[in-house]
């Protein structure tokens, strides 16, 4: 039977959007490559619109919405799955040097910011370099645990919702006529896969798929680290809030694991950790907070974020009448997975489209 909608891809865009369109009562078939080469998996989970630095505007309204989604659609998650999705409401700190410029100004009334310094920031978050000069406090920005806990809680939910899902199936080419998609062809070449509307969510591989929305991977390397077996515990650790630098993050898991990221580099998909990159690293995190020389490298991991020219996702209609996109989220596709699952189900179910639609078109590229 034809579902009425078929989702190429297997990342957070993808399993949050069509876990949307399932609960709407949509017949939903996904088409996933590898998920764990999704950049979910590349990512520190930070929900981080205000410490990010977004300048005002459509960005950063998409990005604030999709962050005040985030309690209840993680609630829901773990409602439908009894899984723990690892969200943590843990608040971001953006420590500052001597040289760091200040965030943009934020004048919505519901982003507090506080700039601490001298004990008041002893107090928030002891054992900071000493080349800190004080730090601004984000309450409001959070963090999700996306590799190890959000993405097997989604998971779980469009299986368990009746979601049709296929792994390990490569989608090779997107057929059209007339303005419309006909079918999908696979690397099942005895199978031809087709819907009503279509929906790519193929992350950095989108642009390979489909020329109209000029997506491109940027590779991160990433690290973790734990403290060491019989070590003592250090002053102000573990962290109580994630470390925003200028070149790193810092984002402390509730059970002690420390995530360090991330690289941002223009190699296509040249995989692997490179000495540079975890030099780097390290290098950052320790003059941002010296306690983590004395850690062990837990795990250390890559993986490509999917990148427009604008750095803007590319939402909504495409240029072919029964396909939509949701791609190019780059640094922020955990956080905007809530509002990009809600933005394109009303899109490809009521043909609503939300306000700020027309800043994420694909045309504007």
Request: net charge negative; proline share 8%.
């Amino acid at each position: 039977m034809v579902p009425d909608v078929l989702i190429i891809g297997g990342g957070l865009m993808a399993l949050a959007t069509a876990l949307e369109l399932r609960l709407r009562g949509a017949s939903v078939t996904v088409l996933s490559r590898d998920r764990r080469e999704a950049a979910a998996y590349a990512a520190a989970g930070m929900l981080a619109p205000q410490a990010e630095g977004l300048e005002p505007g459509p960005m950063l309204e998409l990005c604030l919405r999709s962050r005040a989604l985030y309690p209840d659609w993680t609630a829901k998650l773990e409602s439908l799955t009894g899984l723990d999705s690892g969200y943590w409401p843990c608040g971001i700190l953006r420590p500052a040097f001597a040289d760091t410029p200040p965030p943009p100004e934020l004048q919505q009334s519901d982003c507090p910011v506080e700039w601490l310094e001298g004990e008041a920031l002893e107090q928030r978050q002891a054992g900071l370099g000493a080349e800190v000069v004080g730090a601004w406090w984000f309450p409001n920005d959070a963090q999700v645990d996306n590799r190890r806990q959000l993405v097997s809680a989604l998971a779980a939910a469009i299986e368990q919702a009746g979601v049709t899902w296929h792994e390990e199936v490569e989608v090779l080419k997107i057929h059209q006529c007339q303005g419309e998609v006909t079918a999908v062809e696979t690397n099942d070449q005895a199978k031809i896969y087709q819907a009503k509307h279509y929906l790519l969510a193929a992350g950095a591989w989108t642009g390979g798929l489909f020329d109209a929305a000029p997506v491109t991977p940027r590779k991160g390397q990433l690290m973790a680290l734990r403290p060491g077996v019989g070590a003592e515990p250090e002053v102000g650790m573990p962290l109580g809030q994630v470390l925003f630098g200028d070149r790193i993050y810092i984002v402390p898991r509730r059970d002690g694991l420390i995530v360090l990221g991330a690289t941002s580099e223009h190699v296509a998909f040249q995989p692997g950790n490179t000495a540079a990159g975890v030099h780097q690293l390290l290098t950052e995190a320790i003059r941002l907070c010296p306690a983590l020389a004395s850690y062990e490298i837990a795990e250390t991991w890559w993986g490509f974020r999917p990148e427009t020219a604008d750095e803007l996702p590319i939402l909504g209609p495409s240029p072919l009448a029964n396909l939509s996109l949701a791609s190019g989220h780059y640094r922020n596709g955990v956080l905007l997975a809530p509002i990009t699952a809600q933005i394109l189900a009303d899109w490809i179910l009521e043909g609503k489209a939300d306000p700020l639609l027309p800043a994420f078109q694909w045309d504007r590229l």
